[in-house]
C-alpha cells in the first residue's frame, strides 16, 4: 500500500482484480509471469551459504524434512491456473472472510503519547 491511502481502498482493488480473474479467467501471460515470480523470490533467497544453511535448517526443523522446501516449490510449479481460480472462490472471494489491517504506531516519545 500506497501511504496516505486507505486500506479499504486497497482492498477494493485487490477485489476487483481477483474478481476480475474469476469473471475472465487467468491469462496465461499473467499466470507465467507470476510463477517467475514466484521462482526469482526463491532462487535469489539462496544465494549465500548463510541464507542456503537457513533454509534447509528450518525446513528440517519445522517439517522434520530438509528438502520439504525444494518439494514445495516442485508443486507450486504443477499448479494450474484452474485450480488458482477454485481457491480464489473457495477462500478468497467467497463470504464470510476476514481481513486484517494492520497500520503503524504514531512515531514520536512515550511522554508525546501520555
Avoid: W
Wanted: glycine share 8%.
Amino acid at each position: 500500500m500506497q501511504h496516505g491511502v486507505p486500506a479499504a481502498e486497497g482492498e477494493r482493488a485487490i477485489e476487483r482484480v481477483l474478481r476480475g480473474f474469476l469473471d475472465e479467467g487467468i491469462p496465461p501471460e499473467e499466470f507465467e509471469r507470476a510463477l517467475n515470480q514466484l521462482r526469482l523470490c526463491h532462487y535469489s533467497s539462496l544465494r549465500t551459504n548463510m541464507a542456503l544453511a537457513r533454509y534447509v535448517g528450518r525446513y528440517a526443523i519445522t517439517c522434520g524434512d530438509a528438502f520439504f522446501g525444494e518439494k514445495f516449490t516442485q508443486a507450486v510449479e504443477r499448479v494450474t491456473p484452474e485450480q488458482v481460480l477454485h481457491a480464489l472462490d473457495r477462500y478468497v472471494t467467497s463470504a464470510p472472510r476476514v481481513v486484517v489491517v494492520q497500520t503503524p504506531h504514531e512515531t514520536g516519545s512515550a511522554e508525546a503519547a501520555a
